[in-house]
């Protein structure tokens, strides 16, 4: 009797450590995996500090030509470099049209292109007109890795070339040549030595240095 | 003599604990660190049910032919994907072509067409822009990011799918490019039931046999 009154206890014990180490447990491991899938939602790709730093939703793969390897470089590859306002976002004829050929499919359209309208606040190097158009491959749906879209009314650092293809549009020699500036500070679209240089300067300061590698 | 008896059992259930969430962690860090699906992993261009995209190769250029052909056969040899060789417009599922589109920015694009009807969605179309001048390993490496991302990579380190993201790079298919997508094609990584390939020739040039038994061209 005295033996199966202690087998008692002892299961009551085992039972009364078992069941919330095991609840804790399955908690624990709930909890990690949750953590690690929202952490994985949230920023599915590789963070070693090169990825391109534009939220997602680039929906176009691309290889840009050139990434230059100093903000140097990137000036020297630019004709103007100015901050500018967004005063507009129109689209454009798709990249079929532009190219003037049949590139395949008979409902194809090809990639959207858009152009963007800025007013000019300030000039940095080069000669720029007062109000200019920058022509960008993608829409406010699908755009290019590191080339997220437009807002209208916000400000940027623009370093840019004129549009071969086009005689009224620039366009940036590298997705490098466009920095937003937002409260104040330049925020890079893409990571890179030219955004490392410029992220968080103001826009005073970055137009010292601008010009000083200018002269 | 029954309370140690009980203490040890509870540390092992607390070891146990330990164990599970240790695995939970490691598989979730696994997923996280490997996991380089495209376009936010909508999956939108994979042809997952036979795990073969019929191929055009229409580049103008024969250097720039030759190098698109090189980056196919290094995916179609790297993975476990057939890329059959089309010599005619013959409803492609990833068309290449070449054009001096002029300083766009980009040397190379990969474009999902949406709005192509008869191609139920499962198109891609690859542009190379020859308004710019590289080498033929370069035309070769920026072939091979642009097939890349159309059955479903997004930019990663390590070879052709981090060109002009990344430092380190190749115009090549990597190791972690071939992992990717021979774990992916079997198991999506969107969580949709496994995938088995099926009809496979030993070449991956003939045709495939999608699960219903159609062909595939």
Known sequence: MQAMITGVRARRTKWHVAVPTLIAAIALSLGITLWSWAAGAINPSPTDGSKAMDPGGAAIGATWAFRPASLRELADSSSIAVFAQVTDVQSGPPLEDLSGEDLGEPDEQGPPTQRIAFDVDEQLFGSAPTDLVVFKTGSDEAWIDGDPPYSIGQSYLLFLDQANFEPAAWVPPAPDGRLVLENGELRPMIAGPPGTALSGLTQGEAADLIRGLAN | ?217
């Not at chain 2, 005619?88 to 999902?112: E, L, M």
């Not at chain 2, 139920?120 to 308004?131: E, I, P, Q, R």
């Not at chain 2, 003939?206 to 159609?214: C, E, Q, R, V």
């Open chain 2, 1 to 217: 003599m029954h309370c140690p008896r009980t203490t040890i059992r509870a540390l092992g259930l607390v070891a146990l604990a330990a164990a599970v969430a240790a695995l939970a962690l490691g598989a979730a860090t696994v997923t996280t660190a490997e996991a380089h699906p495209c376009c936010n992993g909508s999956l939108q261009w994979w042809h997952l049910h036979t795990f073969s995209y019929r191929f055009w190769n229409a580049v103008d250029s024969p250097t720039l032919n030759a190098e698109t052909n090189d980056a196919r056969a290094d995916w179609r040899d790297s993975t476990i994907l057939g890329l059959p060789n089309l010599s005619s417009h013959n409803k492609p599922r990833i068309h290449v072509s070449d054009n001096n589109f002029g300083n766009t920015g980009w040397v190379g694009q990969a474009w999902p067409c949406f709005h192509c009807a008869h191609q139920a969605g499962s198109y891609g179309h690859v542009y190379l822009n020859k308004y710019y001048s590289q080498t033929a390993n370069q035309w070769q490496g920026t072939a091979c990011q642009e097939i890349g991302h159309i059955i479903g990579l997004d930019h990663h380190s390590g070879d052709c799918m981090g060109l002009s993201y990344f430092p380190d790079t190749s115009n090549r298919v990597g190791q972690h490019s071939a992992d990717d997508i021979n774990n992916y094609y079997p198991h999506p990584p969107d969580g949709s039931p496994p995938h088995v390939r099926v009809g496979l020739s030993a070449d991956k040039e003939s045709p495939f046999y999608d699960l219903a038994g159609d062909a595939q061209p």
